[in-house]
């Protein structure tokens, strides 16, 4: 059958496998490939389970498995199958039962390991009865530090494991809120992103032998054609490539595989090496997001981001429609944002630089138009209006001269508040010590004399002793 997707009904669907050539694709490595009959990425004989893009656990959005799972031994894109023409395979029956959300969406019940790690955190940061004594409180202190910081580990306890202290627990200060563009493309574009541990240029100029490379990866069939999209510079020498694979049918049509289909493939634990050959760190869908999951994303705000930071950073998004908030935790993630960003900067500029060539050879040797003219006399008179002395510019003008006065001001009376000439400092210093030198000398006088009166008083009262007892 020329399209089924998988070996024939009561076969095991297995494949021989063959090595391939050395020297594929050049730099990203060489892959090994499976041959089978019309794109069957079977699993082994005795698995019985679904293959390339059947059944396979879907782990980019969580949008559970897309394509359910054959019966018997055949693999296949889904279920329904069967005997009939090839293209049949996406013609994929509706799953019987509804799939839960997975993945990034779903949050498994784990409450009694949530809870001790809850109580434990609380023990380590408010009790620790580690030493038994005052010390406890000064770990108590050291363990909140870390807690704040978001690394380390939180001893608490001779007979519990002490807490490990990450980025995303509560505690942690060095968070905040940013906002992404939510994609718009369908599942049906089949649109893939790999994240390439290599350089543009290096992807660029290798790109025909990625292609064949990722043919490969993918068992070398024939109806199908690996596409590319896209080439974008990432930061810290990494490179965006999002692709599409198109599958033939013999009648001549043609349709792209599904997003989720073709990630679930590039998941499983075979294929991931290959691509990791080939210099892949990541792999991802670009699929838009259902109502139901921006909803239930929204809802629950992600660990250890505070409640309340998450409610007005949904409140603070600027286009609740194209951006979605997301968090940044540690100084990491802060950085790597800025990155992309500056490079998606470097890019809107260097794309602006060559439309404004192009404008300039287009429009050369034209004439002023009118719309052209009209819009030189508007900027001319926004000019104006801005260099009058009466406008803009002076009021301008007079409020930088308000504020460097003032800041000239702060200046003046901070340093005759605050600052004392070292030399100054020194000569006070020595004349406290003097002062105080001679207060010590007085207090050892003082105590002296006290001395010397209390001797005297006791001479005192035994002479009138003494007087009492000869004249009586």
Known sequence: MAFNFGAPSGTSGTAAATAAP???????????????????????????TAGLFGGTQNKGFGFGTGFGTTTGTTTGLGTGLGTGLGFGGFNTQQQQQQTTLGGLFSQPTQAPAQSNQLINTASALSAPTLLGDERDAILAKWNQLQAFWGTGKGYFNNNIPPVEFTQENPFCRFKAVGYSCMPSNKDEDGLVVLVFNKKETDIRSQQQQLVESLHKVLGGNQTLTVNIEGIKTLPDDQTEVVIYVVERSPNGTS??????????????????????????????????????????????????????????AKVDNPDSEKLIPVPMVGFKELLRRLKVQDQMTKQHQTRLDVLIKQEIQRKSGYAIQADEEQLRVQLDTIQCELNAPTQFKGR??????????????????????????????????????????????LISIIKDDLEDIKLVEHGLNETIHIRGGVFS
């Open 22 to 48: 050395a020297g594929g694709f050049g730099g990203f490595g060489t892959t090994s490939t499976t041959a089978g009959s019309a794109f069957s990425f079977s699993a082994p004989a005795n698995t019985g």
């Open 255 to 312: 349709r792209r595989v599904p997003a989720t289909t073709l990630y679930a493939h590039f998941e499983q634990a075979n294929v991931k090496t290959q691509l990791q050959q080939l210099g892949v760190t990541l792999s991802m869908t670009r699929t838009e997001l259902s109502p139901a999951q921006i909803k239930q994303l929204l809802q629950n705000p992600p660990a250890g981001v505070d409640p309340i930071i998450w409610e007005q």
């Open 396 to 441: 301008l003008n007079e409020l930088m001269s308000q504020i460097r006065m003032q800041n000239h001001f702060g200046a003046v009376k901070s340093e005759e508040r605050y600052y004392i000439d070292a030399d100054l400092l020194r000569e006070i210093k020595q004349h406290l010590k003097q002062q105080q030198e001679g207060l010590s000398h």
